[in-house]
């Protein structure tokens, strides 16, 4: 079942606690490996499914080689959202209960990207929040008025001085989008464009961005035909920035939800003793929360366990390297 749970409600009370909290965090507890090596028992059971970069969407590497990578910036929803979202160091990805929300992050450990940068070494600046949608003014209703906009505005205000050849630029929205989308009507078309007129704007002067992932997975275990012409949108926009010399890739996390959530293979398949939540209620606080969160897919209601995130890095590390064209 996928839970219904609107991605986005998570964390705009809490940040004025939160950023109390981090400076306590910061002095208490040491930053550690939040995942034991075996990842508790969690593994990939789906393998990416490769094609061109041309056609109909599909998972592909045209040209980011992650080995010359030496920073990672990262733009989303709260599935990437670091706990902080001016591109700064981010807390210890450590549960003090009963706050649900290790370091901010809407999950008990480090989010998919962090894990990513932390495997090859790379400084991550993430500029993630959560329940963020692309842009904000085809979606009034949002739970929060946050989009991909308001980060790329923070991020140029900055003026950071990145090296184009080794930054890695991550773009994972749609979630709030899709589900925005079936109440507001279908801007997705719109909200495709507008992404990719922010990838724009970072491939242009004075950013320059060389290296863009993409990942997704809007539906979280549903496909819809608004949601697929969305993604094949998107991807008609990398085919455009590659032929202008821009390393692009796509990762499709549906692969994962259609896996865990559906008969092929199903969860067990995964290391999965449950497809639900840890966390109850509205998940900011641990009460009631499960005895055993190692084996669920999701930590907080609709967002991935700690686990969930590694294998979600190790997805798009596989797609890099087996869906390189
Ligand atoms: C693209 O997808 C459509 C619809 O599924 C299919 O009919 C068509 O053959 C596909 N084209 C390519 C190039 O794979
Ligand atoms: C960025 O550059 C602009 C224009 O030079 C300047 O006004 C602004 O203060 C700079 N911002 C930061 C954070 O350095
Ligand atoms: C955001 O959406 C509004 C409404 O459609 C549009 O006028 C505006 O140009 C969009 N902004 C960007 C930066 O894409
Ligand atoms: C979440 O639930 C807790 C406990 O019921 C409540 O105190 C809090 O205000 C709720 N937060 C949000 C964002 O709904
Ligand atoms: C999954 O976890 C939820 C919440 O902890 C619990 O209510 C449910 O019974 C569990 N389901 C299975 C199949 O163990």
Known sequence: MVCAWPAALFLGPLLSLLSLLRGVVGVAILPRQDSSSDNDGIHLAVSPVCGA???????????????????IVSFGDS????????????????????NAQAGGRSTNGLVWNENI?????????????????TNITLWPNNPKPVDFIQQVDLFLSQNNTLDSESTLYTVFFGINDWEDSLTLGDYLPQAAQDLLGQMKILASAPTNAKNFLVTDVYGRGTETTDGQAWLQSIFDGLIEFHSQ??????????????GVLGSDSGYEAFGYTNTS?????NGTLTYGSCAQPQTYFYWIPGHPSKET?????????????????
């Open 53 to 71: 970069l041309s056609g109909n969407v599909s998972e592909v590497n045209a040209g980011i080689d992650l080995s010359s990578i030496k920073t």
């Open 79 to 98: 599935y990437t959202d670091g706990g902080r979202h001016d591109g700064g160091p981010l807390a210890p990805a450590v549960i003090i209960p009963p």
């Open 117 to 133: 940068a932390n495997d090859i070494g790379a400084t991550l600046k993430d500029y993630a929040i959560s329940s963020a949608v």
């Open 245 to 258: 010399g821009i390393n692009v890739a796509f990762a499709n996390y549906a692969r994962i939800w259609d």
């Open 277 to 281: 939540a840890c966390v109850i209620g």
């Open 309 to 325: 995130h590694r294998i979600m890095a190790d997805y798009v590390e596989l797609v890099l390297k087996d869906c390189a064209v």
